[in-house]
């Protein structure tokens, strides 16, 4: 069974696969406090049976739109014509640091834009007490897929294995690629599990990726962030907290606040307040 969690700064989706004695976890919520945006994915596979279990994993995203231009209208009237401007770069040798970028900017000039800004992926099994080492990243979907362009099914895998699409050659040219974090093999004994941590952003250029995944994979780094992202949506959402009878409406409370400030910003009092009970009638008191 499948049962959804939501935060104000998160979704969870958790799968319970009671004949294979494997529960899985996935959680987003945006990375907070950073001079970098990033979206990250945690997905967590806990041996829920009583046997071993020897897992082959690809964690991820099934598209991976590149970045650069005008992208929104060309991707919903031309997307098929517009991926003769996609393609994969890397970051370095390794399949760890990929970089989905456009060779120069889809526009009907004369003049020629080189694409320089792109998107990134960066995965790595957690690890709290040291840093973490980058997985390899799949991101040629027909070596997933295969054939079965609706991306619902992994034909393309079924015959194969991840330790054979890693050794192969792979390709992300005039294509929409995928995002997929690979771990060969693993095996989790009863009651273990681990979590892969998959991080998806924007950069201005190549070179910025590296520094950005020796951020995000320092030891204990992405617990911590989950732990500030709550932390930060409770200090913003402090002024409406609600307590009743009815968590559900005190959620709700919260939620819509937050939702509202996003939208019209948080509310700030210049000048001076002499009492809380009547600064709202003082006109020396603007509230912005």
Not at 11 to 39: C, H, M, R
Not at 199 to 212: D, L, M, R
Not at 243 to 272: A, C, E, H, I, Y
């Amino acid at each position: 069974k499948r049962i959804l969690f939501v935060g104000t700064n998160e979704v969870e989706i958790q799968e319970i696969d009671g004949v294979n004695g494997l529960t899985t976890n996935v959680k987003y919520f945006i990375l907070p406090e950073e001079n970098f945006a990033s979206l990250v994915r945690r997905a967590t596979f806990t041996n829920s049976g009583t046997d071993e279990v020897e897992l082959e994993i690809l964690d991820g995203l099934a598209k991976m739109e590149p970045a650069g231009g005008m992208l929104d209208g060309m991707l919903k009237n031309m997307g098929r014509t517009l991926e003769g401007w996609f393609g994969v770069y890397h970051a370095d040798d390794t399949l760890s640091l990929p970089f989905y970028k456009m060779s120069t900017e889809p526009s009907d000039t004369a003049k020629v834009k080189i694409e320089e800004h792109g998107h990134y992926c960066i995965a790595f099994i957690e690890n709290d007490d040291e840093d973490a080492d980058l997985l390899p990243i799949v991101f040629d979907p027909n070596k997933v897929f295969g054939k079965a362009t609706s991306l619902e099914h992994p034909n393309g895998w079924y015959g194969s294995s991840v330790g054979e699409i890693l050794d192969n050659p792979q390709y992300g040219d005039a294509k929409t690629s995928s995002s997929f974090a690979a771990v060969r093999k693993i095996t989790l004994k009863p009651g273990e599990n681990i979590t892969i941590a998959s991080v998806y952003g924007k950069a201005e250029n190549v070179e910025e990726v590296p520094k950005i995944a020796a951020t995000v994979s320092a030891a204990g780094y992405i617990k911590q962030k989950s732990e500030d992202a709550r932390s930060l949506m409770n200090m913003l959402t402090a002024s409406v907290e609600t307590s009743t009878v009815n968590p559900l409406f005190d959620g709700t409370v919260k939620q819509m606040f937050l939702d509202n400030s996003l939208r019209g910003g948080m509310p700030t009092v210049l000048g001076n307040v002499d009492s809380d009970l009547t600064y709202d009638e003082d006109p020396g008191v603007k509230i912005f």
